[in-house]
């Protein structure tokens, strides 16, 4: 039996194939500025928005989506002009936010079911309403990251000549800072917070293996993210396991597979490759 004629499998497959889109064309920026494990950290800062949300009956996407922001905002502020550095302000709001998500979700009436849901995601639940909200936000994050490709890239390469060059330095920061709040969101439902770091950077890693221009790696990365997606779903409907997970793993699965593919690749190039007459070999070479 297709499943994919159920609608709920559509729904499922069109919200991973949007998120597949948008979360490798906003980390590539993230990569470019080593701040690859930011979306876990702002991930769980969700997940205390969620907890909120549960606790006060109120949306917990939408309180999930104010916290996310709060958060990504934070880590920006303390990153620009804090002494404590981006990488200590990250792992502070890491344990903070996970810790404060399994507390209100322990004290509002929610099952473990429903906090799973939002850890490992949860696709195949995706309602009419859930999807439409994936995608106007996920098309809305990718046009910003694609027209502003020139900006952002030379912000997250060198903001010292961003500055210079008369960007607005801090708008830009925010910006990413706010999208990636927005794609951890919008991806709970996908891959869950706690995987959606994986699909913002597996992607763009893989690409980095077998291209060299930004412009040209953005394209691949975006591309491979929307093969694991869409793979993945299939893969999940198939086999019956979780569709995050499967995401996640089938980004892994072809990172391994690219990279090997690109190291045989550069040895036999190598090895191929002519000698130039008088060059001595190896273990011709003397001391001197």
């Known amino acids: 039996m297709d ?23 906003l980390g590539i920026y993230l990569v470019q500025r080593r701040l690859a494990l930011i979306g876990d950290g702002i991930g769980h800062v969700a997940l205390t928005g969620v907890g909120a949300g549960l606790l006060l009956n109120r949306s917990p ?6 916290a996310a922001i709060l958060g990504a905002v934070t880590i920006e502020l303390v990153r620009a002009r804090g002494r404590t550095s ?6 502070l709001l890491f344990y903070g936010g996970i810790a404060g998500g399994v507390m209100l979700v322990g004290l509002s009436d929610a099952s473990s079911a ?4 939002y850890l490992f995601g949860s696709l195949t639940t995706t ?18 990251m694609l027209a502003l490709r020139p900006a952002l890239f030379a912000v997250c390469h060198d ?24 794609t951890v969101t919008i991806a709970m439902r996908a891959v869950g917070v706690l995987l959606i770091s994986a699909l913002m950077v597996v992607p763009v890693a893989t690409a980095q293996q077998v291209t060299r221009g930004f412009r040209s790696t953005m394209t691949a990365a975006m591309a491979l993210g929307l093969f694991a997606a869409g793979a993945g779903i299939w893969v999940a409907a198939t086999a019956d396991t979780a ?24 040895v036999l190039r190598r090895r191929s ?15 001197r």
Do not use: C, K
């Open 127 to 144: 309602s009419p309403a859930d999807l439409t909200t994936i995608a106007v936000l996920g098309a809305t994050i990718a046009v910003l």
């Open 3 to 25: 499943l994919f004629q159920y609608d709920f499998m559509q729904r499922a497959l069109l919200g991973a194939l949007v998120i597949g889109l948008t979360a490798p064309a």
């Open 114 to 117: 429903n906090l799973n849901a």
């Open 159 to 182: 903001e010292e000549y961003a500055r210079v060059a008369g960007l607005p330095v801090r708008a830009l920061n925010l910006l990413l800072a706010v999208a990636t709040a927005v």
């Open 61 to 66: 996407v939408l309180v999930a989506v104010v």
């Open 86 to 91: 981006g990488d200590l302000a990250l792992a």
């Open 273 to 287: 490759a002519p000698v130039v007459a008088g060059t001595p070999e190896p273990h011709e070479v003397v001391l």
């Open 243 to 266: 569709p995050g997970a499967s995401v996640v793993l089938l980004a892994i699965a072809s990172f391994l597979v690219v990279a090997l593919a690109a190291a045989a690749w550069r």
